[in-house]
């Protein structure tokens, strides 16, 4: 039977032609969903997820099926180390993640994989670890480097000279020595060098109220937020009232508090024993001078220098601080979350 153009046969082969071409692309999508080979968790590198803890849970959660005799979630089988003893230190050569009993030594430990520690761990001076979870508490001696993670249930030390150019987090607090250099850490506490005594209260401080109104070229914008065109200095021993937005420099006075927020557009500076009740934010640099306290987040797209025995946040209220370039005097503290963007530095006072 011949077809001619117009005759059913025609019109039938054209008809499955076309459907036989719009069908195409959709058979490796039917395949996919008929027998699925694409179900495994794409991998979220360290730079790529907000939680500073997400990998330390990861390796937990692997840990425990691994414990538990179930497929970890990471498709690899981890080495479990005996015992520790004396000169068993050097796991460079190693191939698997690593799970060990509580190590207390006073030599370098120095691992090529993720070492995951049930109990303490105290390690001397230059040890390094590309990634490191304890049940209990983290000790690193001075010179100590953390290339990718750190998380302790209990607390963190890291002596002086320490690198830890990532992340670091800890249920209970954080302790830096002095020349260590930092990117992001978590605590409900992180000190920073040595402890010092806290900050005198505002009930003790000598302070006269004060009003943003009597500031030169201040704008009322609401009766508890005003408007600074310009640069604006806060007299010392003052407590105001409300919130303050300056579009040039502001400079806080010692003793000064302010129970509100602060911004500004070129700088902030708060002098010895400012106080801020809310929060600070900047286009540009922020100075938080000798035992000042600022109780909200600290946000800055430029520098942050926080001075010695300066504080910011609340035990029992975290916080966040988060700048470019972060430099952190001896005997800071931090309540929350502090994030240096590219770099940030405890300097001796």
Excluded at 44 to 60: C, G, K, P, Q
Excluded at 93 to 101: D, G, L, Q, W, Y
Aim: glycine content about 8%.
């Amino acid at each position: 039977m011949m077809m001619t153009p117009g005759s059913p046969l025609a019109y039938t082969v054209f008809v499955l032609v076309c459907l036989i071409i719009i069908t195409l692309p959709f058979i490796p999508a039917f395949m996919e969903w008929l027998r699925p080979t694409d179900i495994a968790a794409l991998p979220v590198l360290a730079n790529y997820t907000s939680d500073i803890d997400h990998f330390a849970r990861r390796l937990h959660s692997d840990v425990m099926a691994r414990l538990g005799d179930s497929m970890p979630t990471g498709h690899e089988d981890f080495e479990v180390l005996p015992r520790q003893a004396a000169g068993q230190t050097d796991w460079s050569a190693a191939r698997r993640r690593m799970i060990s009993h509580e190590i207390d030594t006073d030599a370098a430990i120095n691992t090529s994989q993720q070492l995951y520690v049930r109990g303490n761990i105290r390690a001397g001076a230059n040890s390094a670890f590309p990634s490191l979870y304890a049940t209990g508490d983290i000790d690193l001696g001075p010179n100590s480097a953390i290339k990718d993670w750190a998380h302790a249930d209990g607390k963190l030390r890291m002596r002086a000279n320490g690198v830890a150019l990532r992340r670091i987090s800890a249920d209970k607090a954080i302790e830096l020595g002095t020349d260590t250099w930092f990117e992001r850490m978590n605590a409900p506490a992180i000190y920073f060098g040595g402890r010092r005594q806290p900050v005198v209260p505002a009930a003790k401080l000598a302070q006269t109220p004060g009003s943003y109104a009597d500031l030169p070229d201040a704008v009322e914008q609401t009766p508890l937020l005003f408007l600074v065109r310009g640069n604006c200095v806060l007299a010392a021993g003052k407590l105001y009232t409300g919130s303050l937005v300056v579009t040039g420099f502001l400079v806080i006075g010692a003793g000064t508090t302010v129970a509100g927020d602060v911004k500004a557009r070129e700088g902030v500076s708060m002098d010895h024993s400012a106080r801020i009740e809310g929060a600070i934010t900047c286009e540009k640099r922020v100075y938080v001078f000798n035992e000042s306290q600022v109780f909200g987040p600290v946000i800055a797209e430029g520098d942050l220098l926080i001075g010695a025995g300066a504080v910011v946040g609340l035990p029992d209220s975290p916080t966040t601080v988060s700048a470019a370039n972060i430099i952190v005097e001896d005997g800071v503290v931090v309540h929350g979350t502090i994030w240096a963007h590219e770099i940030g530095m405890v300097k001796p006072v």
